[in-house]
């Protein structure tokens, strides 16, 4: 694939669903504290994908919002800043993001939406995958994008209708990785037991691997949500 060559991204009309990753209500209050209000506003709008505002302005591109309000994992005494709070919010949101009323939510927006694309970050993309686990996918969709995936790099695609589609150019699964995220560095060390899928190269043969350098955004984990050359490539495959 390559992402250098030109196009107007602008031009190119698909049906995208968005689903974010952890922690989007931890930053709000971050950013709120910080008093970074327009920063603030500007994440609530795209919440975390700044390169689609304009597609999800033009209603092509939509999200699928699921965060937890901190308000309901962290108690008043805890610090916004302090990484044990983080890390308890993470652990909330990551048995959030596969329960079954939240699944259902994904399902329905999908069904409804009927997007040709979803991309998932992070947290939205191991949100993802599950739902590829227990639920049957709109014909519509033809790409996923896991982008700095947090899920185990050693998952398989089980689903033989799937596989069925992946074989006849009807579905690509494309893994988008960088293997200096910091963020997933750290997933690695709390998780333990697996090594993300944004670092590294999904093993499925089922799942395109795309390297994809983390470059625009001084949180390198959500980088590839701001860079547009990521928009041009979701609109021209």
Request: net charge neutral; glycine share 4%; hydrophobic share 40%.
């Amino acid at each position: 694939m390559n992402m250098k060559q030109n196009m107007n991204y602008k031009d190119r009309k698909k049906k995208i669903l968005l689903v974010h990753g952890f922690g989007m209500d931890l930053l709000f209050s971050i950013l709120e504290a910080l008093k970074m209000y327009d920063k603030l506003e500007k994440r609530k709008f795209d919440i975390g994908f700044p390169a689609f505002t304009e597609l999800i302005k033009e209603g092509w591109a939509k999200l699928f919002v699921w965060y937890a309000d901190i308000k309901d994992v962290l108690e008043e005494k805890e610090n916004i800043f302090d990484i044990k709070s983080a890390l308890k919010i993470y652990n909330y949101e990551k048995e959030k993001s596969i329960s079954t009323e939240v699944l259902k939510r994904l399902n329905d927006m999908i069904m409804d939406f009927q997007p040709e694309v979803l991309v998932g970050h992070s947290m939205g993309a191991f949100m993802i995958f599950n739902y590829l686990k227990k639920f049957n996918l709109s014909d519509s969709v033809r790409n996923i994008y896991f982008v700095q995936g947090d899920f185990p790099n050693d998952w398989q695609i089980e689903d033989e209708n799937i596989k069925s589609r992946i074989d006849s150019d009807r579905l690509r699964i494309i893994n988008i990785y960088c293997n200096w995220d910091p963020i997933l560095y750290v997933s690695k060390f709390v998780n333990k037991t697996y090594t993300p899928a944004g670092i590294s190269r999904c093993s499925d043969p089922y799942i395109l691997n795309l390297f994809f350098p983390l470059k625009k955004d001084i949180n390198l984990h959500n980088s590839t949500l701001s860079d547009k050359d990521f928009v041009e490539l979701v609109l021209k495959y």
